[in-house]
């Protein structure tokens, strides 16, 4: 079974600023992917980065990083320069790899707020 | 190109009334899939299409849930007899590929009363 945990219902950042959000995750699997996603308050999920248990660099798209720490099983997203559209709900969540389902199992989200 | 899309976007009910909600997904994506988010609890996986076959099914809650896809096009995802635990957002998302480009729509709002 999988399970992921963010920790942080809701966070504030300054515009302009770098924000980190927590991910942690539990897996018995041992290929799996990483994600994470962005709802905005019109309701779409957006793909923002992915990452694989096996890729030895971080996942990078644009503002977005991914910090990848294997041992410690975690998966936070840092987005760098924070602008005012960055608001929104953060959704970090999993799949393995080791299966052909790759249903998505996500947390239960964090609500970033960016202020000017 | 046209992204996934959902109808209705809202659906508000009576508890043993029956609601269909209808995805779309984008042209040539053989993958869908339902998810659910209730309120304040996590999105949670419901079921996976590859084309018109069900991949996995794991998520479904229980017999009232009947998901079809026929043709392999667009699907259907029918509540009958809906409960007051069934209010929530129903999304569908569809990829061609794996992983990393899932495609979700906007959802469908439900609320069973």
């Known amino acids: 079974a999988q399970k992921i945990t963010q920790t942080q219902p809701g966070m504030f950042v300054q515009e302009k600023e770098a924000v980190t959000l927590d991910c942690t995750y539990d897996t018995s699997d041992q290929s799996y992917g990483l994600f994470w996603y962005k709802q905005p308050s019109s309701g779409e999920m957006i793909f923002l980065i992915y990452?694989?248990?096996?890729?030895?660099q971080n996942a990078t798209e644009g503002r977005y990083s991914l910090n990848f720490q294997k041992a410690r099983k975690s998966a936070n997203l840092v987005i760098s320069a924070s602008q005012l559209g960055d608001s929104a709900m953060y959704f970090c969540?999993?799949?393995?790899?080791?299966?052909?389902?790759?249903?998505?199992?996500f947390g239960k989200g964090t609500s970033l707020l960016v202020t000017p | 190109e046209a992204g996934v899309t959902q109808f209705p976007s809202h659906s508000v009910i009576e508890k043993g009334q029956t609601v269909t909600l209808r995805c779309d997904p984008i042209s040539g994506h053989d993958n869908l899939y339902w998810y659910r988010r209730v309120m304040g609890k996590e999105i949670k996986f419901l079921l996976h299409f590859v084309k018109e076959s069900k991949q996995d099914e794991s998520g479904m809650p229980n017999n009232r849930f009947l998901a079809e896809r026929t043709g392999g096009t667009y699907s259907t995802l029918k509540v009958q007899p809906a409960e007051l635990e069934d209010s929530g957002v129903y999304f569908c998302?569809?990829?061609?590929?794996?992983?990393?480009?899932?495609?979700f729509g906007n959802g469908t709002r439900l609320t069973v009363t």
């Open positions: 998302a569809s990829s061609q590929e794996y992983p990393g480009h899932l495609h």
């Open positions: 990452q694989g248990s096996y890729d030895e």
């Open positions: 969540a999993m799949t393995s790899l080791s299966n052909s389902g790759y249903a998505l199992n």
